[in-house]
């Protein structure tokens, strides 16, 4: 048994060896991000990457970026380049509600129109209102939502009260409903009243549950509860209004009430409570007492955390407010949230802080503080609604997948996009924009989480834009039923599938077509068939790769855009002769092709350097001019130089020689009448026809700058004046000429002493 054992350990380790051999020689260097990518969904995932399933395409790395000049040379046929894009599709696009002035009629592009009073289907605050998206990771996506703020909006406000005995001492209580009524009908026609009381739990250490107290806890006082729904809500004002005047206060042993038991059933609770779908809902509670929190039912047995549902029974009374625990914070935001309700809270002076404090985490939350005798609630809830419905706050409810950025001008349509999700002082009427941006960052592991629907909306309304979201994570020929999808291919030695042009090979097998086992791997390899048959002495794969199932496979470069080929790795487009640092002078000038340049049209030589047009070796502002000035040769778009009887001549043209002639005569008379109104063509209209080629620059000090290939000229004058000038060609082959600014002329003496009495006369 012993042999067997030895030998399974022996292949296992060769196994292993050339396995991490294979890793090490292909993937040790550091790659770019497309070229790592060894399938056509890992590659897509990645923004800048393209890939190729052509069959035909050969063994370079399939995932490349397109957007290199170098890509071009991988030849993979645009038809097979699959290099996906964001897709948009609008389904919903209803026209935003308009509001008409006067007889309060509003019209829309669908449902029906009514009157002040009416009842309206729909209203459409904001557009579109659903959008089909295809996203790429990494790949940021734009859209436009638009907001108006319609007349009429439909508007339900449930009045939730605590029964404190101090909250007694108010006498304009009684008339809330009737003024509450009043209010809602200058805010809009179409609106509805509810009403609600709340205490705190019957347990011991909240509330004081003897058997005398619990029935009378004070004079005219109503019994003790946790939460109590009386009225759902209703167009119906006077009933409204009844409801409060007959509501009579209570009391418990404790300041801290259980206002956030009722504020979850409120929010919850909304087939009982009565909350309208197309409605701004407005959920206002009154106390003057802070709160109980998560965690402070346990001091009375609760020790059971609140679920976050409905429990409310057929007379409105919370079933479990002696058995649940208080709701978190957490909980009553994301009730909040999801049933689009803003809270206001109107609270007394002693309390305001902390329940500041409470709308800090509650989304669309406002807080008001109610003046000493409780007398101020329908202002505070006009005022407040004014601010809610005069400003406009957009959210979402995304995944971690998703990162998505709010950008809006406001009313301000000359001002600048600034990243805001919110905007202010909106009136009937107006319409605020606001720009998108959208970017996947991740692709889900679950395969399901590719797809989603995402809401965004205005805070505190159930209106939306809907987006259908499908993330682009894999590629359509990953998926069966493509045509480039085939299950035990035969490209794939029948033991794998073929996926966008590469094979996925079945478990126990590798290799580009699946053709290695690994059971039998020792057997696989011949060393003759990775080596060229008239080369005995030729290394493996040409020491450039690893010889696996009978094939060489050729090492990858750091470099991507350098690659190791052939059927022995024995070709590379790399190490040609180089120009300026490039093989072949760069993809401008040629291609490396097994090491050797094959250039482009216009260039020539070795290393593709040579231009073969003479075009740069004649001098610029010469007519009939020669090649290379007619003193030199001109040898791969550069002028080589002759030396003749004259001297050596230099130069970029070889127009330049010390003991020769060169062009100060030709520019020296314009140089005398534009600088010093002398010369032979000192009259004005003589040196303007004749001198258009240049303006001399005036300097003080003439000096020769060698770089520019400037000549210098040196001339006397009719005045035995001596005057330099420097002339070259620029850039654009045009003549630059800069002149000593003044001519340096001799002292002279008067040697009669006449017309100065000292003998002198200065010239």
């Keep these: 048994m012993e042999a067997p054992t030895i030998k399974s350990f022996v292949g296992n380790s060769f196994l292993l060896l050339l396995i991490v051999t294979i890793v090490i020689g292909q993937f040790a260097p550091k790659f770019s991000r497309c070229a790592l990518k060894e399938r056509c969904g890992e590659c897509i995932q990645t923004p800048e990457c393209a890939w190729c399933y052509d069959p035909d395409f050969g063994n370079e790395p399939r995932c490349f970026e397109p957007e290199l000049k170098f890509q071009r040379l991988k030849k993979c046929a645009e038809e097979f380049v699959l290099f996906p894009d964001n897709i948009q599709n609008v389904v919903t696009n209803l026209e935003l509600t308009k509001a008409h ?46 907001y108006t703020q319609a007349e009429d909006y439909p508007m339900d406000v449930y009045y939730l009260m605590g029964l404190s005995k101090s909250m ?7 008339n809330l409903g009737e003024r509450l009524a009043t209010t809602m009908k ?30 009378h806890p004070c004079e005219n006082c109503t019994v003790p509860h946790g939460y109590q729904h009386v009225l759902r809500l209703s167009t119906d004002a006077e009933l409204f209004s009844r409801a409060v005047k007959q509501t009579n206060v209570s009391g418990n042993l404790g300041a801290p009430k259980g206002g956030f038991d009722a504020i979850l059933q409120a929010l919850q609770c909304r087939h009982q409570i009565g909350w309208r779908e197309q409605a701004r809902k407005l959920l206002v509670v009154s106390t003057d007492a802070n709160f109980h929190i998560a965690g402070d039912g346990k001091i009375g047995g609760n020790v059971k955390p609140n679920d976050g549902y409905c429990h409310l029974s057929y007379d409105g009374s919370y079933t479990q407010s002696s058995y649940q625990d208080y709701p978190s914070i957490e909980q009553i935001n994301w009730s909040v949230k999801r049933n689009a309700i803003n809270v206001i809270f109107a609270v007394t002076d002693n309390t305001v802080n902390t329940y500041e404090q409470i709308s800090r985490r509650i989304e669309g939350s406002l807080v008001g ?5 409780n007398s101020n609630i329908i202002s505070l809830i006009k005022e407040q609604y004014g ?4 400003s406009v706050e957009i959210k979402d409810n995304s995944s971690n997948a998703l990162n998505i950025k709010y950008f809006s001008k406001c009313l301000n349509s000359a001002g600048a996009l600034v990243q805001t999700n919110k905007c202010s002082n909106i009136k009937v009427g107006d319409v605020v924009t606001f ?3 959208i970017e996947v960052l991740q692709c889900p592991k679950n395969r399901a989480d590719h797809f989603q629907t995402i809401q965004i909306y205005p805070v505190g309304m159930h209106e939306s834009l809907k987006i259908d979201l499908e993330m682009i994570c894999e590629c359509d020929c990953e998926k069966p039923g493509n045509r480039y999808y085939k299950e035990n291919a035969p490209a794939c030695s029948r033991m794998g599938t073929y996926k966008c042009g590469i094979c996925e090979c079945s478990p126990g097998t590798f290799g580009k077509q699946c053709e290695c086992i690994f059971d039998s791997l020792s057997t696989n390899i011949t060393v003759n068939d990775c080596t060229p048959p008239d080369v005995p002495s030729a290394l493996l794969c040409s020491g450039r790769g690893q010889c696996v199932c009978n094939k060489c496979m050729c090492e990858l470069r750091q470099n991507e855009n350098e690659r190791v080929y052939g059927e022995y790795c024995e070709c590379d487009n790399f190490s040609c002769e180089r120009h300026d640092g490039k093989p072949c002078g760069g993809v401008d000038h040629g291609r490396c092709n097994c090491g050797v340049c094959q250039c482009h049209d216009n260039w020539t030589g070795p290393n593709c350097a040579c231009a073969k047009s003479n075009a740069t070796c004649y001098a610029p502002g010469v007519t009939d001019g020669k090649i290379c000035s007619g003193h030199g040769k001109c040898e791969c778009g550069v002028c080589h130089c002759d030396v003749s009887d004259e001297g050596q001549y230099s130069g970029k043209f070889c127009d330049r020689c010390p003991t020769c002639p060169n062009r100060c005569t030709e520019f020296k008379d314009c140089v005398q009448c534009q600088q010093y109104n002398t010369g032979p063509l000192k009259e ?36 035995d004046c001596r005057f330099n000038y420097v002339y070259y ?32 006369i200065l010239y």
Excluded: W
């Design 369 to 373: 503080k109610m003046d000493g005798d």
């Design 101 to 146: 002035n006067g007889d309060k009629t509003i019209v829309g592009r669908i449902g029906r129109s009514f009157n002040a009073g009416g009842v309206r289907d729909k209203m459409v605050p904001v557009a579109p209102q659903r959008i089909r998206l295809k996203l790429r990771p990494g790949k940021v996506h734009s859209i436009e939502m638009k």
């Design 168 to 174: 007694s001492e108010n006498e304009k209580l009684l």
């Design 729 to 760: 060609f620029d850039d654009e082959q045009i003549v630059r000429v800069r002149a000593q600014k003044n001519r340096m002329c001799p002292l002279r003496q008067n040697i009669f002493g006449f017309g100065n009495r000292n003998g002198l």
């Design 435 to 437: 720009k998108i941006n």
């Design 387 to 390: 601010l809610i419905s005069s």
């Design 684 to 719: 004005p209209e003589d040196c303007s026809a004749q001198c258009s080629k240049f303006t001399p620059v005036p300097a003080d000090v003439i000096t020769v700058n060698d770089k520019n290939n400037e000549v210098l000229c040196t001339f006397y004058d009719e005045d």
């Design 186 to 215: 200058k805010l809009t026609s179409n609106f509805q009243l509810g009403f609600g009381t709340f205490i705190d739990k019957v347990v011991m250490s909240h509330g004081n549950n003897l058997t005398e107290n619990f029935v």
